[in-house]
């Protein structure tokens, strides 16, 4: 077979690419959607009726256009968890109850030990500031920040 030459123009090919129609996928199902929609749009045009499309399109316009003003981002306050429990100590309790621990720890170092440290800093945070913290609380925001800054 010799090679076939064409000479379209684009105006020429682009007419005749919109006379043929789009070829339909293979499958039966798209072959069958793709008929159900062409008799659709054939009961639409005998009864008088624009398309969907067209009819949500002026649905639209009549509508009043609402001015919808962008969300102001509320940014959380510094120091404070997003979500969650409130913190128990404030970062000032904080530093100084670890600050006080670490002053105590170097003139009695069995203070390390937990069993020892945890009622330690606890009777500091009841008789400082009159909060009566958990074990855990204490290891989390205090004993063991101190620990790891010492050693």
Do not use: C
């Not at 006080?100 to 069993?115: F, M, T």
Request: charged residues 30%; hydrophobic residues 35%; proline residues 10%.
């Amino acid at each position: 077979m010799g090679k076939a030459k064409i000479d379209l123009t684009p105006d020429a090919a682009t007419e005749k690419m919109a006379a043929q129609p789009l070829p339909l996928a293979r499958s039966p199902f798209r072959q069958e959607m793709a008929a159900q929609q062409e008799s659709l749009r054939r009961i639409g045009e005998k009864l008088g009726m624009a398309s969907v499309a067209e009819t949500l399109r002026r649905i639209g316009e009549k509508l009043p256009k609402a001015e919808i003003a962008p969300p102001t981002p509320q940014e959380p306050t510094p120091h404070q968890p997003k979500r969650g429990r409130k913190p128990k100590f404030t970062r000032d309790q904080r530093q100084w109850l670890r600050e006080q621990y670490s002053r105590d720890l170097k003139g009695n170092p069995q203070l390390a030990l937990d069993k020892l440290a945890i009622p330690h800093v606890k009777q500091l945070a009841k008789t400082e500031f009159g909060i009566e913290a958990e074990a855990s609380t204490l290891l989390k925001q205090v004993i063991r920040p101190v620990r790891r800054s010492v050693w």
